[in-house]
Each structure stands twice: as structure tokens, then as C-alpha cells.
């Protein structure tokens, strides 16, 4: 094993569960400053007016904007100037009090705070992994996918709906915009990034950032509109994948065959004549009583998959057969396997 694959898979779960609370004390710094500076204010009113010490004085004012009213100094021997003072940060301070605490509170213990600030610590601690970038189903599959199949990712987007649905310390839902949140996402260690936001001038400029940041970084942009994939090559995309184009010849293809199983994909183009089928074999047959038009690439066995056989081969009942060929040319192999 790798020493990328011991850092990520071992090292960064672990250490993510500590750098958290950095993260979201980070986050909730300002509430908190801003609370402390609120008590600081009526802390010095009361050290200067009513010469308490600076223990008792905060005590004093925290119990201003929190509205207890454990300590309350006698309001006939009090200047005018601190009734003033007192009045004007109690209707300040309190309504600004109970926002920041409530704030904090809520941003304390929801889930997806602590899920998003481990995300965005392994994602700028990550190496050589996938940053997927975007929102709508083609994000929510790539991470799926990526996730079954063990590869290291980190997802960036700006749906809600996805970061609920994955609910992973793998997702940061930020603004894929954004060069902060790029970097968070670990866009300047990735191997790769996959690309596909919500219209296609989106992704040319999430695009453009990505390579602005990390030229090298192999870029898979996903786009609705197959003409403007040259655009996307002059950007840096690596490979352009027209996705709505590709479900169209798909669906056109299962409609002459149900056996239609994938597309050919070369050079950001795809191919109509040539798709993939597979056939489960019911007769006997052999590989050279298949027609001339299609290529048998694979034989599945018990889920194994041989490449390695003869035009003398036989096929049996229980197996399947993997072919290229033209979807026009699969009724003839569906009749001849029966």
C-alpha cells in the first residue's frame, strides 16, 4: 500500500475527528467575539459608574444582556449618563445577544456543521484524489460511484439536497465559484476533478478556476451542449463528456435492442454505429456462428469475466456473452442464442 493511500484512508479519519472543533470554533469566532465585546461595554459602565471590580462588573453585565436581573443597582443613586448608557446597549444588546447565542447554538449542534468542517480539513489535508465539483444527479452518482468502488474523493457543491443525501464528512457544501472553497476541497493536491454544474457556462468558469489554481490537474468536465466541447478543450478540460446526448443514444439504442449495455466513448465524441451487448445464453452454441457484423469481446461465467477464447469456443447455458457491434446486427445474435 501506498504512502498516499496509508495518509488517506487511515491517518485523515482519525485526525479529522480532532481538527473538527478547531474548525467550527473557527467558524463560530465572530458570534463569539462579538458577544464578548457586547459584555466588555457593559462591564465598563458599570467599573466606571458604579466602581465595582472587573469580576463583578462582567458578572453585572452579563446579567444585563441576559435579562436575569440578579444584580440591579439602586436606579434613584444612578447618573443620568450610565441610564443612559445602560439603556441604549439594553435595547441593543439584548436582541443582539439572543440572535448570537442562538447562532452559535445552531451552528454548534447540527450535524452538518461538523460534517462540512471535516470535510473541508480532508479535503485541504487530501492527496491524489477526486474533487467533484457541482450539483444535480450526475455529482450524486460520480460520488456514489466513486464511493463503491474505494477510490479517494472529496465533493464540492452548493446543493443541500446532495449534501443531505450523501450526509458524508467527504461533502462541502460551499460555492464551487469560490477559490477558498476550491482550495478546501484540496483542488491544489487532486489527481483529477469531474466537473458539472448546473448550466454549461457554469462549468467553463469552474473549469477556468481549476486551472487557473492547478494547470497540471486532469479535468472530466460533463456538459448538456456536445457543441461547445471545443470551447472546453481550449479551457483545459482533459474530457468533455456530452451526458444528455449520451442518454439520448442510449435510449435510441435499447429501442432497436434491450441488450444495449454501454457506448463507445473516444476522443469526446461518441459513437452512434458501435455500442456494447450483452446476451445471456440459452442454446449451444459456438463463438463462429455469431454474425460477421458484431465482435465477441468477453465471456461472463459465475461473475468471471474471460477474454481468452477461439472462434471454436463453445458456449454454454448459464453464461454470458459481451459484444461490439452495430445495435441493428442484435436481433440476429438474440435469435441465434437463444
Known amino acids: 500500500m501506498e504512502k498516499k493511500e496509508i495518509w488517506n484512508k487511515f491517518l485523515l479519519p482519525i485526525m479529522e475527528n480532532f481538527a473538527a472543533p478547531y474548525s467550527v470554533l473557527r467558524r463560530i469566532f465572530p458570534q463569539i ?7 466588555y ?14 469580576i463583578s462588573a462582567i458578572y453585572a453585565g452579563i446579567n444585563v444582556v441576559t435579562t436575569v436581573g440578579l444584580y440591579a443597582p439602586n436606579i434613584n443613586q444612578m447618573p443620568s449618563t450610565e441610564k443612559l448608557f445602560l439603556t441604549v446597549t439594553i435595547i441593543f444588546a439584548v436582541g443582539l445577544y439572543a440572535s448570537m447565542v442562538q447562532s452559535i447554538v445552531s451552528t454548534v449542534v447540527k450535524r452538518s456543521t461538523w460534517l462540512d468542517a471535516k470535510a473541508r480539513w480532508r479535503g485541504s489535508h487530501m492527496r491524489s484524489h477526486t474533487v467533484v465539483i457541482g450539483k444535480g444527479e450526475v455529482i450524486l452518482s460520480s460520488a456514489k460511484r466513486l464511493e463503491k468502488l474505494g477510490v479517494d474523493y472529496v465533493v464540492l457543491t452548493s446543493s443541500k439536497e446532495i449534501s443531505d443525501s450523501l450526509k458524508s464528512d467527504r461533502v462541502i457544501l460551499g460555492d464551487p465559484t ?16 469531474i466537473i458539472c454544474m448546473d448550466d454549461d457556462m457554469n462549468t467553463l468558469l469552474v473549469t477556468l478556476k481549476v486551472q487557473k489554481l492547478n494547470p497540471p490537474l486532469s479535468v472530466i468536465a460533463v456538459v448538456k451542449n456536445e457543441n461547445i466541447a471545443d470551447e472546453f478543450k481550449t479551457a483545459g478540460a482533459d474530457i468533455v463528456i456530452p ?3 449520451i442518454v439520448g443514444r442510449i435510449t435510441a439504442a435499447a429501442a432497436v435492442s434491450n441488450n444495449v449495455a454501454g457506448l463507445i466513448f473516444s476522443m469526446n465524441k461518441v459513437r452512434e454505429d458501435i455500442v456494447i451487448g450483452v446476451f ?8 463462429k456462428d455469431l454474425p460477421k457484423e458484431v465482435i465477441p469481446l468477453a465471456i461472463v461465467k459465475d461473475g468471471k469475466i474471460n477474454p481468452y477464447f477461439s472462434k471454436d469456443t463453445e458456449l454454454e447455458q448459464g453464461e ?19
Open 178 to 193: 469560490k477559490d477558498k472553497d476550491l482550495l478546501d476541497a484540496g483542488i491544489m493536491e487532486a489527481k483529477n476533478a
Open 41 to 54: 461595554f457593559n462591564s465598563l459602565i458599570f467599573v466606571y459608574f458604579q466602581h465595582l471590580d472587573w
Open 243 to 245: 451526458y444528455e446526448e
Open 320 to 338: 454470458s456473452l459481451i459484444i461490439l457491434g452495430n445495435p441493428s446486427s442484435f436481433k440476429r445474435v438474440r435469435d441465434i442464442v437463444g
Open 280 to 287: 445471456d445464453i440459452k442454446n449451444k452454441i459456438m463463438i
Open 33 to 39: 467575539f462579538l458577544l464578548g465585546l457586547i459584555v
